[in-house]
T-cell receptor, first 112, second 115 residues
């Protein structure tokens, strides 16, 4: 059983559509990070959220950390083909040092 | 500021051999974590080193080991390679503080293929 459940695992949409990716857990995280990964490359950090209820915006991307710090969401408005890639959420548990718990990832394909 | 670098980028080995991967963290970062990424299991934590000491360890067999040098550079070693060790090995560096968020920044990875 995954400690951090990410959904959906695959998403294929048309350019201009909106989408939301979810990460859920029964555990409380001290912080949660979202990454985007291109094939054959390492994950690139998009955002870190720390405070329960926190909302951060990065252009067309909106990230939210749940009030109880157990879940997070990534919303993309008016998706572009350049948004195509693997999106990963990763949570940091208390007293676990640098260990990140990753979700399974969401493979997003945005077609022109 | 230069990012995290990993060498080599690609490696092909045969079963039973051993391999050493290298990671140079971002300047000033004292923590280096290693992850294994496979299509079936996703990203899984191997271990973390901070100030030359292993601070945290994942659920991998003893064939997987690592170390960190005084300049924070880290190496990961896998002995007696198995076919299932084929994966993208990623290292990530961070300042290493115990308070959130201590964001981790990833290198490009080393693609290991075991034949």
């Amino acid at each position: 059983t995954q400690l951090l459940e990410q959904s959906p695992q695959f998403l294929s949409i048309q350019e201009g559509e909106n989408l939301t990716v979810y990460c859920n857990s029964s555990s409380v995280f001290s912080s949660l990070q979202w990454y985007r990964q291109e094939p054959g490359e390492g994950p690139v950090l998009l955002v870190t959220v720390v405070t329960g209820g926190e909302v951060k915006k990065l252009k067309r991307l909106t990230f939210q950390f749940g009030d109880a710090r157990k879940d997070s969401s990534l919303h993309i408005t008016a998706a572009q083909p350049g948004d195509t890639g693997l999106y990963l959420c990763a949570g940091r548990l208390y007293n676990q040092g640098g260990k990140l718990i990753f979700g399974q990832g969401t493979e997003l394909s945005v077609k022109p | 500021k230069a990012g995290v670098t990993q060498t080599p980028r690609y490696l092909i080995k045969t079963r039973g051999q051993q391999v050493t991967l290298s990671c140079s963290p971002i300047s000033g970062h004292r923590s280096v974590s290693w992850y294994q990424q496979t299509p079936g299991q996703g990203l899984q934590f191997l271990f973390e080193y901070f100030s030359e000491t292993q601070r945290n360890k994942g659920n991998f067999p003893g064939r997987f080991s690592g170390r960190q040098f005084s300049n924070s550079r880290s190496e990961m070693n896998v002995s007696t390679l198995e076919l299932g060790d084929s994966a993208l090995y990623l290292c990530a560096s961070s300042l290493g503080g115990v308070l959130a968020p201590d964001t981790q920044y990833f290198g490009p990875g080393t693609r290991l293929t075991v034949l």
